[in-house]
């Protein structure tokens, strides 16, 4: 062995053959399945409820502050940038929460079989698009 690199990516399969593999896996070595992406889609929608907690506090602020802080608010919130980070805000939201109950079952032992998992990923993924496109009919009819 040249490196001490080497003796580290060396590995054995069940059966005890030895095998060469990579140090640290990574997006290149693995095919995206549908419970990685699903698990990253997780982590990433909690990224973007919190920056768009900012824009939430924004609001608040700016309703708390007088009618021409929120005169401008409003008028970023009714562009088209503000309405796409709203529908992301929403869409992060609802597939935040459909994730973490979807989590809560596997912490209460429900659903960790693999064809199981799988369902349970589609399923939230649709809910989550369901439930936004509810919350924005709703929104609308109302305003």
Do not use: E, N
């Not at 040249?2 to 990516?9: N, S, V």
């Not at 995206?32 to 982590?43: A, E, F, K, M, N």
Request: a positive charge; glycine letters at 10%.
């Amino acid at each position: 062995m040249k490196d001490i690199r080497d003796a580290l990516m060396v590995g054995r399969t069940s059966d005890g053959r030895l095998v060469h593999r990579p140090l640290s896996p990574h997006l290149q070595v693995y095919r995206p399945q549908i419970t990685s992406v699903l698990s990253i889609l997780h982590r990433a929608t909690g990224i973007a409820l919190s920056v768009g907690t900012l824009l939430l506090v924004w609001w608040l602020a700016a309703a708390a502050t007088g009618d021409a802080a929120y005169a401008g608010v409003s008028a970023f919130m009714r562009s088209p940038i503000g309405v796409l980070l709203l529908l992301g805000w929403t869409a992060s939201l609802w597939y935040h929460f459909c994730a973490g109950l979807r989590h809560l079952g596997w912490d209460a032992g429900f659903g960790l079989d693999l064809p199981q998992v799988h369902r349970s990923g589609r399923a939230v993924v649709i809910a989550a698009a369901v439930l936004t496109l509810l919350t924005w009919i709703v929104g609308l009819a109302v305003m």
